[in-house]
């Protein structure tokens, strides 16, 4: 099965960007569905073989709706869920053989922001302490001026006053929230970032200083990110390339230009058209797709878009297309698509 | 805008007893919406949105919520000045009817969604006539078979207006079993059953995936435009205004800072608000750019306009007093003593 | 220290919380200076037989009992017995419970499953029965007794914070921290353990209560102290036999259970209100 355009493709768009850092392999993570005696009747594919490579700086958006395996593919890669199936390779180290506290050990260097960064700090600690905590478990040999000195100098990067190492969590705006995110994980010196839907639930105003910031903090770190959301147009503004899944496959990924300017896979293409664009057509006028997303514990055979696709044939029941590189910056997983 | 005016909130004034003292979550505010118009209501969260789609509801939590002045007209009677007992029987439900953002936590998860149905045909039905529902006593709440059964036939033809597949077997199912996007259209299709000439949307799709938005929000615009029903559509959400709105009014820490039809709006912001909002759009213009500083408490908010700490056009005047309305032309207009104009003509962004 | 001042402001104006919290410290302060306010200090363990079953007045104020004794004094020194076994025996259940049930929730595997069914197994029994059974076989001892009533209580912790952990487990935050790289251990502690510690205080608080009474049932039923202890439960199955006559004899020990008892119930209740988190938050979200 071919997952992936060429690196070497990637590499005559961005020699510059052509070292891979993370390259996931196969990842598949199924949850168990139990009945009500804990007997288990089937499997939910949360994220189903996904293959793709992230080359050092850039950023890798991953789109698609609400239950289509995006945050459980960013928490697998994390290994805050241990895969089912497949392997991450970090940094050209595999994390496969490792237990998993092991494998966070060597991960160091990969880090998770999560969605909701209040609710990701300890309510009961004070912002300092949880700045400190990072360093308390990675660099032991750090004394607590050393540390106090990073954190200072995260919050300077996230554009936070120090006075608000005093706070409680519940005290600062949800912006402020998601700058102390990242200046948690920053303290670790990270390379690569995962970012689980940094903009959701912020306002317009807040959502624009806080994509200003990632862009300001990646150029100063050195720093490739994982971009998960479900915001094409924010994808669309700052992602060099995007995944687009859809029931716990990657559908079509690419060039984000590309992929937006002329998407293959015909999910893309809704997902595409679904979004509105200020100024532009409305969507209300022209919008096709019908229905909503199967059931992800009982997928429909074959293409799993099949359901909802105005194309869809008969072969398209029969066997899951794979992912065809078939254009130059992009791949699409549809037999149709040309 | 429509020239027959069917709700026209003047001058509202709403505060909040809080531990802090009394926030004063309204500062004045203006509306008005024709019969059959779509009127976006947009601002940033806190910016007092919903406290005005919930004061004209008449739903404001009642021991903390005050309302210190103003007047609500629908349709040429002052809410304000009408007891509890008329705008529950009447009003609400019958003539103003409204869809939550969140319809999961608005049906009650021990009934079925067809229970549900006929429980507020049986109080709301549009063959009630004002003069019966206000007189509502427990005698006259016999619910009659005729009736019931034309009740339940509007139920079926509603069911499939807002398009959802096997009306019969959904009726039968509680609200935990069917999806969100299913849900918001049950929600919809309820809000329109009583035929009434108002609907308050409070944020309708914003918990809902960009595919299921746009179905919703093409089935309210064709189902408000049908009816000729008018629709208050509260939203943090720029590109859903631009979608269903005839006209779109922005607020900003509980003012109203400008009202413009939906491409006036986008094409010639005259708010420094409404500016800086449209810039933070993303693949804007010179996008990313954001607002500097934070709204405002409402305990002790800034005098005069509540941007001005934020606004880099802000004098004397704007610290001191609340500027009143300029009228711009064809329906937009601005309350900012520094408006700005033709000078600052944007291009319609494309 | 911003938290202290919190606290005792929650507590004026949460006046039933602060009924519970004046009973219960001056129950403390009675236990330590009962040697002072006693007006009979040495009654305790000496008899007045003169002076037997006297009602209340100026020279005995809850009267006498039936060896001559001043029944004021006798309670105040009971409640020095009913603090140290309520101490002692709700602590050493706190710190075998909360262990286990942290342990227990914060693992998934076969040896949760038996911590928790061995709990189980001590739940299953209701836990008066169990303590006089192994009263009974231990003999009447103050030792026994705190042994007894801590034996058969710490499931009940066990229960609690086992479900608290699962709960706090799922938090993002502790996730994170895990995602982090922090050992279980730092996890249990550090970011668990503070987060459902106020189920455990109040419980605690709440427990003393249950385990007063508990304790003064062994007393009445002849496992506690042995006499002359002035142990209260004791003290009343004494009166029995010259009740309805000697009526201040089983009243005022009777009233001074029922005081304690409820003193734990209103402070346990209070800080439940005061301790909850969603309250706490509540201070800052105002509009």
């Keep these: 099965m071919t997952l992936e355009p060429p690196i070497s493709r990637v590499a005559t768009d961005r020699p510059e960007t052509a070292k891979p850092i993370l390259d996931v392999l196969s990842l598949r993570k199924y949850f168990p569905i139990r009945n009500a005696w804990g007997r288990r009747k089937g499997w939910l594919k949360a994220v189903d073989d996904v293959s793709f490579r992230v080359a050092k700086g850039e950023i890798l958006g991953v789109v698609g709706e609400s239950g289509c395996g995006k945050s459980t593919l960013g928490k697998t890669i994390m290994g805050i869920h241990q895969p089912s199936d497949g392997d991450t390779i970090f940094e050209g180290r595999s994390t496969a053989n490792y237990d998993p506290g092991q494998a966070r050990k060597l991960r160091r260097h990969l880090q998770y922001a999560y969605q909701d960064p209040g609710a990701s700090l300890d309510p009961r600690w004070k912002i300092r302490r949880s700045l400190h905590e990072p360093m308390i478990i990675h660099q032991p040999e750090l004394d607590r001026d050393q540390r106090a000195e990073r954190v200072s100098e995260m919050m300077r990067a996230v554009n936070l006053p120090e006075t608000h190492l005093d706070l409680y969590p519940h005290e600062i705006s949800g912006g402020q929230q998601r700058r102390v995110g990242l200046a948690r994980v920053l303290t670790l010196n990270p390379s690569l970032i995962i970012l689980d839907e940094p903009t959701s639930g912020l306002d317009l105003s807040v959502q624009a200083t806080i994509l200003t910031l990632f862009m300001d903090l990646k150029r100063k770190f050195d720093l490739t990110y994982l971009f998960i959301s479900h915001d094409l147009s924010i994808v669309r503004m700052i992602c060099d390339r995007v995944a687009v899944m859809y029931l716990g496959k990657v559908v079509e990924i690419g060039d984000t230009e590309i992929i937006f300017s002329n998407p293959k896979h015909p999910y893309t293409r809704s997902l595409l058209s679904a979004v509105p664009t200020v100024g532009g057509r409305r969507v209300t006028d022209d919008f096709q797709l019908e229905g909503e997303p199967p059931n992800p514990g009982n997928m429909p055979s074959g293409c799993r878009f099949r359901t909802r696709c105005t194309m869809a044939q008969a072969d398209c029941a029969k066997a899951e297309p794979p992912l065809r590189a078939d254009w130059p910056g992009q791949s699409a997983a549809c037999f149709l698509a040309e | 805008m429509t020239g027959d005016t069917l709700l026209r909130v003047s001058d509202l004034k709403v505060s909040f007893q809080t531990e802090a003292g009394s926030a004063k979550v309204l500062d004045g505010v203006n509306l008005t919406i024709g019969r059959g118009e779509i009127l976006g209501l947009v601002g940033e969260s806190g910016c007092g949105k919903s406290t005005l789609a919930r004061s004209v509801l008449g739903i404001l939590p009642k021991n903390a919520a005050r309302i210190t002045d103003g007047t609500i007209l629908f349709d040429g009677e002052n809410l304000l000045e009408r007891n509890e007992a008329y705008l529950a029987r009447v009003l609400r439900g019958r003539r103003i009817s409204f869809v939550p953002q969140d319809p999961f936590s608005s049906f009650s998860p021990v009934f079925s969604i067809g229970d549900q149905f006929m429980e507020l045909m049986k109080w709301k039905s549009p063959e009630i006539t004002d003069a019966q529902a206000a007189a509502r006593t427990i005698l006259s709440s016999r619910y009659g078979r005729a009736r019931r059964r034309r009740d339940a036939e509007r139920v079926m033809e509603m069911l499939s207006a807002v398009q959802l597949p ?31 000439e108002l609907i308050i949307a409070d944020e309708p799709t914003t918990a809902l995936d960009v595919t299921i938005q746009a179905q919703i929000l093409k089935l309210l615009k064709a189902l408000a435009a049908e009816r000729n029903v008018a629709v208050l559509f509260t939203t943090h959400d720029l590109g859903t205004a631009w979608e269903i709105c005839d006209r779109i009014m922005v607020m900003y820490a509980g003012q109203d800072v400008e009202v413009a039809g939906s491409a006036d709006f986008f094409a010639r912001p005259n708010h420094p608000y409404t500016d800086r909002l449209l810039a933070s759009l993303p693949g804007a213009e010179g996008g990313l750019q954001g607002i500097p500083g934070n709204i405002p408490g409402f305990v002790s908010p800034p005098g005069g306009c509540r941007f001005h700490p934020r606004c880099d056009l802000a004098s004397d005047a704007c610290r001191t007093t609340r500027p009143g309305v300029t009228a711009l032309g064809s329906g937009h207009a601005v309350r900012c003593h520094h408006p700005l104009g033709t000078q600052f003509l944007k291009e319609a962004v494309t | 220290m911003e938290t202290i001042r919190f606290i005792l402001r929650k507590f004026f104006e949460d006046k039933v919380a602060l009924v519970g919290l004046v009973i219960i410290t001056a129950l403390v302060l009675v236990a330590i200076f009962a040697g002072v306010l006693a007006t009979h200090p040495g009654d305790v363990s000496t008899f007045h037989p003169a002076d037997r079953l006297q009602g209340p007045s100026l020279a005995h104020f809850f009267g006498t009992d039936r060896m001559g004794s001043d029944i004021f004094s006798r309670i105040l020194f009971g409640a020095r017995i009913t603090i140290t076994i309520a101490v002692i025996s709700v602590g050493l259940s706190v710190l075998i419970g909360v262990p286990i049930g942290l342990l227990a929730g914060y693992y998934n595997g076969w040896f949760s499953d038996l911590l928790m069914r061995v709990s189980d197994i001590f739940l299953a029994v209701p836990q008066i029965v169990l303590a006089i059974a192994i009263a009974q076989t231990l003999g009447p001892a103050i030792e026994n007794v705190i042994l007894a009533l801590s034996l058969t209580y710490w499931p009940f912790w066990t229960r609690l914070v086992y479900a608290e952990t699962r709960a706090c487990k799922n938090e993002t935050f502790v996730e994170a921290s895990v995602a982090l790289g922090a050992s279980p251990f730092r996890v249990i502690v550090l970011h668990i353990l503070p987060n459902i510690s106020s189920g455990i205080i109040v419980r605690t608080t709440l427990g003393m ?50 005081m304690v008892v409820m003193g734990f119930n209103l402070l346990g209740d209070g800080l439940r209100d005061i301790l909850d988190p969603r309250i706490r938050r509540s201070k800052s979200n105002d509009r």
């Design chain 3, 209 to 258: 209560g249950s385990t007063i009474l508990t304790a003064a049932v062994l007393g009445f039923l002849g496992l506690g102290p042995p006499a002359p202890s002035p142990e209260w439960g004791r003290t009343i199955a004494e009166s029995r036999q010259y009740l309805p006559n000697a009526w201040w004899y089983a009243t005022f020990p009777g009233l001074a259970i029922f």
């Design chain 2, 166 to 196: 096997q009306p019969e077997a959904i009726l039968r199912k509680y609200p935990h079993e069917v999806s969100g996007g299913q849900r918001q259209r049950l929600m919809i299709a309820m809000a329109l059953l009583t035929e009434p």
